[in-house]
């Protein structure tokens, strides 16, 4: 089975810019997770969805970013207009709740560098 | 969720046992014990989950004492590229809920 696909892998804008990622979960992965791991700094939950909707955004830092997962396929997560401290490796994860099934997948996260 | 601590970093030889302990004194009645696998330029891969007792699969045992308030993850033989930072977290299990990172430990392999 394909893992979690992250694109792009790296990203270098300048402050003031957008930038997009995208992640594209596990086919049938109803449950999907965006992470961020700044410099220096552990990785920390963003948000979740399930199917179409966002169950928890709790850990969205500004209105900065907005994430979206039309149809219950892939997400993106757009960030507008990027600061320096926006840059960071973001992580994108699936899961499927199902008995004796517990592991979530990551994929490789996308490098943004904001300079 | 409860908070886990874990040694920042740790060193083996290849062909060795490597243990890594992890606390977490207050987890919850329904919450399971999970450690993730990161290499860099990679995401955190699953490794093992446990609720009490013992668990062991084709990579690792997971030890978790009665009162379970901690866990130890075990490696079997080490290798070179069993280098990575190893995450311990606690969580509802089910897959539906946020995993919160702590700093993980960077297990460093020498030959």
């Known amino acids: 089975e394909a893992g979690v696909t992250q694109f792009p892998s790296h990203s270098v804008i300048e402050k003031g810019q957008t930038v997009t990622l995208r992640c594209d979960p596990i086919s049938g992965h109803d449950n999907l997770y965006w992470y961020r791991r700044v410099m220096g700094k552990e990785i920390k939950f963003l948000l979740h969805?399930?199917?179409?909707?966002?169950?928890?955004e709790s850990g969205m830092p500004n209105n900065r970013f907005l994430a979206e997962r039309t149809g219950g396929t892939y997400s993106t997560l757009k960030v507008q207009p990027a600061e320096l401290e926006d840059s960071g490796v973001y992580f994108c994860?699936?899961?499927?709740?199902?008995?004796?099934?517990?592991?979530?997948?990551f994929g490789s996260g996308t490098r943004l560098t904001v300079v | 969720l409860a908070k886990t601590t874990q040694p920042i970093s740790m060193d083996s030889y290849e062909g060795q046992e490597v243990n890594i302990t992890c606390s977490h004194n207050?987890?919850?009645?329904?919450?399971?014990i999970t450690w993730y696998q990161q290499f860099p330029s990679q995401g955190p891969r699953f490794i093992i989950q446990g609720y009490k007792t013992k668990v062991t699969n084709e990579v690792a045992s997971l030890f978790i004492p009665a009162d379970r308030k901690s866990s130890t993850l075990s490696l079997p033989r080490v290798s070179l590229s069993d280098t990575a930072v190893y995450y311990c977290l606690v969580e509802g299990g089910g897959a539906t809920n946020k995993l919160i990172f702590g700093t993980g430990t960077l297990l460093a392999v020498q030959p």
């Open positions: 994860a699936s899961s499927q709740a199902r008995a004796g099934d517990y592991g979530y997948t």
């Open positions: 969805f399930v199917k179409e909707s966002k169950q928890d």
């Open positions: 207050n987890i919850a009645t329904n919450d399971y």
